[in-house]
């Protein structure tokens, strides 16, 4: 659907894929407006990737594991095109915490990157995540 007219680097990591799921989040964004729970926003984001045919994963359950003891669960909103974490968030402002969740499901799947949406009062914002390790 999004066709990135833009140069890209070479070194970033899924530049188009990125490019798409910015696209997407604004096209919620502008269906919906500010103000409405997560949950609103990431049944319009499922819908959205449906109908344009992408590959998903929405709620995705992840254990956390030592060895062969099971420490917790991590429950995710998306993971697209098997590729990239997407955690959705209602507000202005990227909290460490949210960043630092991210980070942590990045280290739990081994994916390589991950991008924390914000639907605000004016628009989307965004940060991509890189798994470093």
Known sequence: MYENKYKVEKDIIYPQ????????MYDVWNKLGYGHKESFYEKAV???????GKEFKEQLRCKVKVGEKDLGLYVFDF????????ELKQGD?????????????????GLKLGL????TRKGVKFKR???IK
Do not use: C, D
Request: charged share 20%; glycine share 2%; aromatic share 18%.
């Open 116 to 119: 924390l949406v914000n639907f």
């Open 46 to 52: 499922a819908e959205l990737f449906r109908k344009n």
């Open 79 to 86: 993971v697209y095109e098997e590729k990239i974490v997407v």
């Open 93 to 109: 402002i990227f909290s460490k915490q949210n960043i630092n969740q991210i980070y942590a499901y990045l280290k739990a799947t």
């Open 17 to 24: 894929e990125v490019f798409e799921l910015v696209g997407f």
């Open 129 to 131: 995540i890189i798994n």
